[in-house]
C-alpha cells in the first residue's frame, strides 16, 4: 500500500468521525486506567456496567485501595479474569499512593511498571488521557492492519512500530481510535463488513464481498 492509499483511509475514517475516542466511560486519567486495565478479553460494555457502580464508590486510588481485592472483586465478577485484575488494581493504586502522589504518571515506563499494565494500556492512557500520538495495538489493529495492508507485521509490536512510520502525522492522534472502532464494527473478525466499507476501494484485501458481488 503506498502513501497515497494511506492519507486516503485516513481522510476517510477521519471525516465519518473527526473526534475518535474510546468507548470506555471514564472522567479521569485514574478512572480510564481503571477502565483499560479491566477490559482485557472483555467488552467495552461490560467493563462500563462495572465501573458505572464501582466508581460510585471508589474512583481515586485511596478509595478503591481502601476496598480491597475482596472489595473490588465484588464490583467487577461479571469480567473475566477478575481475579488478577482485582489484584493488580489494588497493587498499582498501592503504587500510585507511594511513588507518584495518587496520580497516574505520564510517563511509559512509569506506567508499565504498574502491576497489570503493559505497553498496549500504557499506549492507551499516554494517548487518551495525556494526548500523545501513540497507537496501542490490540486484536482489532492488528486485524485491520494486517488485512487492509495499512501496516503489516507478523506481531503487535512490529505492526505498532510501522503504523507509527506510516500514518501520516496529521492523524496520528486518532489513528488508534479510528482502526480499533473500524475493526469492531466493519472490518470484523468472521465475514468483514466489505459491501458497506467506506475503504474497500483502498483495501489490499482480495477475498472481500465487495470484489466478489
Known sequence: MNSDKRSEIFRRLAAANP???TELNYRTPFELLVAVMLSAQATDVSVNKATALLFAEANTPATLLALGESGVKSYIRTIGLFNSKAKHLIAS????LEKHQGEVPADRAALEALPGVGRKTANVILNTAFGEPTIAVDTHIFRV??????????????VEDRLQRVVPKAYLMGAH???ILHGRYTCV??????????????????QTTWKCS
Open 93 to 96: 493504586c498501592a503504587q500510585l
Open 177 to 179: 481510535h479510528w482502526l
Open 189 to 206: 473478525a468472521r465475514n468483514p463488513r466489505c459491501a458497506g466499507c467506506m475503504i474497500a476501494d483502498l483495501c489490499d484485501y482480495t
Open 145 to 158: 492492519a494486517n488485512r487492509t495492508g495499512l501496516a503489516p507485521g507478523k506481531d503487535v509490536r512490529e
Open 19 to 21: 473526534q475518535p475516542t
